[in-house]
């Protein structure tokens, strides 16, 4: 392949990486344009409904996992976390750093799992005197709800048993899990005081809809201001944000990496496999791998770009001294 078209292809990679960018950084210019506007509304004008609500978060009948037999009298939201362990995808896009590991979803077709998440909410929730919608307590931060020690007969039956705060069911162990076991999680919103971000409208607190389409909506224990809730809000989206950051950030180091391709020579053909798994890697797993991996992969083609400028460099100073 020539050097023009290893360029060409370089100049498409960089630009798909500045066109998701931009894509992306409009849509952070939305979300901070609504949440301007909550401010401003919630401040101001009293008739919208938009606003922070606090109070007592209570229902008239807890939320229970009926199936496993989880849920506490103060559960206002009881979630369950269902993984598998399982062995790499072996489909033709696996790929050398994938390993055995606990997963959500069945890593051949990304299925559910036969025995699937699920959350389950309260009847009738309210937040002092206004109902509470689910999307808004869907937002409330969550804590862990041990299993009982005696699980329902029908799961016992079923060889499922309590584990380090897990119910699990297969062969393994928890510290040492053999290939097929289930491991389920649960966590629940208990009762008590909280402040919610969101609108009232027909005595129902729900998620705010910003003039430009983007839904806010924040929970939190305690009674908190708006930039409290605004933060709690923001956190969960940032973690998403970072992700897709690096991700855009380390493609566009790939089509640098060919762009500025300065040599056929070996140094420059392992800088360019540096850069190319990261960038690869990275835009796979964007959403399912640790964040840790995306910062290290971010380093790695970072420092396969600065490298190959210094050596440019340096090439360059002992041509000038040459001649």
């Not at 796979?284 to 964040?291: I, K, S, Y």
Request: hydrophobic share 45%; net charge negative; aromatic share 12%.
């Amino acid at each position: 392949m020539s050097v023009s078209w290893i360029r060409f292809f370089g100049a498409c990679f960089f630009l798909v990486s500045i066109g998701c960018s931009g894509y992306f950084a409009w849509g952070e210019i939305q979300h901070a344009r609504a949440c301007n506007e909550f401010k401003i509304i919630a401040g101001t004008d009293v008739a919208s409904g938009a606003g922070i609500f606090h109070g007592t978060l209570f229902a008239r009948e807890a939320a229970f996992d009926e199936d496993f037999g989880m849920g506490a009298q103060n559960s206002m939201l009881v979630r369950r976390r269902v993984e598998m362990y399982q062995q790499p995808y072996q489909g033709k896009n696996s790929n050398f750093f994938d390993w055995d590991d606990w997963s959500d979803t069945l890593r051949q077709n990304g299925n559910a799992l036969s025995v699937p998440a699920a959350t389950h909410y309260a009847t009738n929730v309210h937040l002092g005197n206004s109902v509470l919608s689910q999307n808004v307590l869907a937002t409330a931060p969550v804590l862990p709800l041990p299993p009982r020690p005696e699980l329902p007969a029908v799961l016992v039956e079923n060889e499922w048993r309590v584990t380090d705060g897990y119910i699990y069911q297969g062969f393994g162990e928890l510290n040492s899990p053999a290939i097929g076991d289930l491991r389920i999680q649960f966590e629940h919103v208990p009762s008590g005081p909280y402040s919610a971000l969101g609108m009232i409208e027909g005595g129902e607190i729900h998620a705010f809809s910003a003039a430009n389409g983007v839904r806010l909506a924040a929970m939190g224990q305690g009674r908190l201001d708006i930039q409290a809730l605004l933060a709690l809000e923001a956190n969960v989206r940032y973690k998403v944000s970072l992700r897709s950051v690096i991700g855009f950030v380390l493609l566009g180091a790939f089509g640098a990496l060919l762009l500025f391709w300065p040599s056929y020579d070996i140094f420059t053909a392992t800088a360019m496999g540096a850069g190319l798994s990261a960038g690869v890697f990275s835009t796979g797993w964007v959403a399912h791998q640790p964040l840790l991996l995306q910062i290290l992969l971010l380093v790695v083609a970072v420092g396969a770009i600065v490298a190959i400028l210094v050596r440019r460099m340096r090439q360059r100073h002992f041509a000038n001294a040459d001649h």
